[in-house]
């Protein structure tokens, strides 16, 4: 016998609890036969049993304000029911419609409740759904759907084809981006990739810009570069340093040790090892032809120019010279440096590595050509400028002087023919040779120039009219200025003494008393016009300037010394260049050293035009040369031994010292200072010596005679046609 939980519990009639008791009979509100409501499922128990046992119906309680049934079981019915209700159609309530269906000889009831839709929502129009996908149960029930919310709608599934498109773009694009990216490294960035690593393939090889050459006024070089070799290492290459620097020693001329250490590795500034070391510069052709024929490793060498300078000592000391790169370093190879200096090229080009060292056929290669630098043409004479040295040293040997200085000046140009100075060096070789030897001493010789500054006292005189050249007064033995007694060496003994006279015998008392009557304001004008107190611009580097005292500074004494050219500093240059304004009628002309200059293409310039300005009147400058040649022609005058046969020679003698940083030196500085002819003067010779135990007056006036006599012949200047006047010293 089945459990009671088994089997549902039957009625009188045979069917199970739940069902209709009336057996399909409507009800008494008018409902469809074997329709149950609520109340059944109200009478329902989990049991099987209902409320009434009878075949009647419970009645239904609804609340009057909602019109729902109270029924607390009906959304479980709901849930086992699917949810759903029949439709409705045109607004009105369907009748329910039992359906009997036979299953396993049992007859199932299926109800169909009607929709209690509220009125003003949509019915469900879906189909009722069975649950767990089984046969409906007997006694289970259609369940009005509860109004209630609306169900929410399922989410929005993403579109598939959208998300292709997007995921297609999206790979076009990482293609473009890479492919854009492969075209810039192998079109555009290819040359930087290409030349990362190019620095340590390539080889730098320097062309020296071959130099300009300095030639003098007939263009005789007087110092050029001529062809020759460098010889230089790659330390990277150099399998044993030792061993190839005793071989490379007796053919360099240099220790061992000395190359040893420039072979050494080493590493540039950008952190690249070195491959370029000099070894030697201005290495012969031949030499370097042996050095070649060695082939030894890392060692090899390539066109050089080596300065030359064919004089050896001849005009060094204008010259100068230059280091093993040809830099101007002293004289005019330092002054004019930029000018013959031209533009350096260079050969770049890429090379193996290890035993493949050599130039890449098709490789990088690069050159850029060399630049020639300008040459410059000098007014000097080199015949006479020989000569002039010669007799320099000559004499300066005979009297040991310490040091001398000669200058040559044409008159009407203001060109310098030839400048000299002692001691002097070998510009091939100047390693060897002592500072002070090199120096220019025309330009850099300082000295109070004594007696041969009196023709400025007197030029100045003549030009303000204190006095002519036919002026006499009385001079006495000696004046006194301040706290200093000024003599003369040769006593007038107060007798009347004409200026030539004066001026022969360089007489102190009277240039003093002529300079009394001039002014210490005119005098020191005068001094700077005929050219003292400041560089001439002859163009040497370094020129001294001098000194002028000026006239707020002179003392009672100053009035005696300076008019007798103490108490003055100048140049042997400067003293020249003021007789040169006497001799070129009263008319300064700037001295100048560079005629012209050649550039590469060999078209000539010629030099900026020297500064000139009128001194003296051409009659004054006439009349100052007449007084002036009373100094070689008067019995027992000073200048005597520089007289020159067959010319006029007008000059003047001098004593004075040598000044230090604006100290007195020992000993004194004789000069002499004349121009020939006399007459129409051509040159200008200043020559002054300083000796430290005096006597070079027994050396200047000699030495103009001889310089003067060999430029005047050497320029085939015709002897004076008319002698020199007569003078008168006391008239």
């Known amino acids: 016998m089945p459990s009671r939980s088994d089997e549902p519990r039957r009625d009188a009639t045979g069917s199970r609890r739940g069902s209709s008791r009336n057996g399909g009979t409507p009800d008494e509100r008018g409902g469809e036969p074997g329709i149950g409501g609520i109340s059944d499922a109200r009478a329902y128990t989990p049991r099987g049993r209902t409320v009434r046992d009878g075949g009647g119906r419970a009645e239904q309680r609804r609340d009057p304000r909602t019109s729902r049934t109270q029924d607390p079981f009906r959304p479980a019915l709901q849930v086992l029911d699917g949810g759903r209700s029949a439709a409705t159609r045109g607004g009105t309530r369907a009748a329910a419609v039992p359906r009997r269906e036979a299953t396993a000889g049992r007859t199932t009831v299926v109800r169909t409740v009607t929709d209690r839709t509220p009125r003003g929502e949509a019915p469900a129009g879906t189909p009722r759904r069975r649950v767990g996908g089984r046969e409906p149960r007997r006694g289970d029930r259609p369940a009005a759907r509860r109004p209630g919310r609306k169900a929410p709608r399922p989410p929005r599934l993403a579109d598939p084809g959208r998300r292709l498109r997007l995921g297609t773009a999206l790979a076009l694009a990482l293609f473009v981006a890479i492919g854009v990216r492969l075209v810039v490294l192998q079109a555009v960035d290819t040359p930087a990739y290409a030349d990362g690593g190019m620095a340590d393939r390539l080889r730098t090889v320097p062309l020296p810009a071959p130099r300009g050459a300095i030639f003098d006024r007939d263009g005789a070089a007087l110092a050029h570069s001529v062809e020759a070799r460098y010889v230089y290492a790659d330390p990277t ?4 340093i ?8 007796p053919l360099l001329g240099m220790p061992a040790s000395e190359l ?11 952190g690249v090892d070195s491959q370029f070391e000099y070894l030697a510069r201005g290495v012969t052709v031949a030499r370097a032809r042996e050095i070649m024929e060695l082939a030894l490793p890392g060692i090899a060498v390539h066109r050089d120019e080596r300065r030359e300078v064919p004089g050896g000592d001849l005009a060094a000391n204008l010259i100068g010279f230059t280091s093993l790169d040809m830099v101007g370093l002293e004289g005019l190879e330092a002054r004019y440096d930029d000018l013959l200096h031209g533009e350096d090229g260079q ?13 890449i056929p098709g490789g990088y290669s690069r050159t850029t050509k060399a630049k020639p630098g300008s040459s410059i043409v000098l007014t000097i004479d080199r015949d006479l400028q020989y000569t002039v040295q010669r007799i320099l040293s000559e004499r300066m040997k005979a009297v040991q002087g310490s040091t001398g200085a000669a200058v040559v000046l044409h008159a009407r140009t203001g060109e310098v023919l030839a400048q000299a100075s002692h001691p002097t060096y070998n510009a091939a070789k100047p390693q060897s040779s002592d500072p002070t030897d090199r120096e220019d001493a025309a330009t850099s010789f300082i000295v109070d120039p004594g007696s041969v500054h009196k023709a400025i006292t007197f030029g100045a005189a003549l030009q303000e009219g204190v006095i002519t050249k036919d002026t006499v007064f009385p001079v006495a033995n000696g004046i006194r ?25 360089s007489s102190n008392v009277g240039t003093i008393q002529i300079a009394d009557q001039l002014g210490p304001e005119r005098l020191l004008d005068y ?8 560089p001439t611009g002859v163009g040497m580097p370094g020129e001294a300037g001098g000194r002028l005292l000026p006239v707020q500074e002179w003392s009672e004494s100053s009035h005696g010394s300076v008019p007798i050219g103490h108490s003055v500093d100048a140049t042997p240059l400067q003293m020249a260049a003021a007789y040169a304004a006497i001799a070129n009628d009263g008319t300064y002309v700037q001295p100048r050293l560079v005629k012209e200059t050649i550039g590469p293409d060999g078209k000539p310039t010629p030099a900026e035009a020297p500064t000139t300005r009128q001194v003296l009147s051409p009659d004054n400058a ?4 007449t007084i002036l040649e009373a100094v070689t022609t008067v019995d027992n005058a000073t200048g005597l031994a520089a007289a020159v046969p067959g010319y006029r020679v007008a000059g003047k003698t001098g004593t004075g010292w040598r000044l230090v940083e604006g100290k007195k030196q020992p000993g004194e500085v004789a000069s002499f200072i004349g121009m020939a002819p006399a007459d129409n003067p051509q040159y200008v010779i200043a020559v002054f010596v300083h000796s430290p135990s005096g006597g070079g007056g027994r050396v200047a006036a000699p030495a103009f005679k001889e310089m003067m006599t060999f430029a005047l012949r050497h320029f085939r200047v015709p002897p004076s046609s008319d002698p020199a006047p007569k003078f008168t010293v006391f008239p």
Request: proline share 4%; net charge positive; glycine share 10%.
């Open 527 to 534: 001094q700077q016009r005929f050219g003292l107190g400041k």
């Open 242 to 249: 030792t061993a190839t620097a005793q071989t490379l020693s």
């Open 481 to 505: 200025k301040g706290d200093t007694w000024f003599r003369d060496t040769f006593p007038a003994n107060g007798r009347r003494m004409s200026v030539a006279g004066m001026m022969a015998h």
């Open 622 to 625: 006439a009349a100052l040369r």
């Open 260 to 270: 040893a250490e420039k072979m050494k590795p080493r590493k540039r500034i950008s």
């Open 237 to 240: 290459r150099i399998k044993d």
């Open 347 to 359: 050969r770049v080009f890429e090379v193996g590595l290890g035993a493949l060292a050599a130039p």
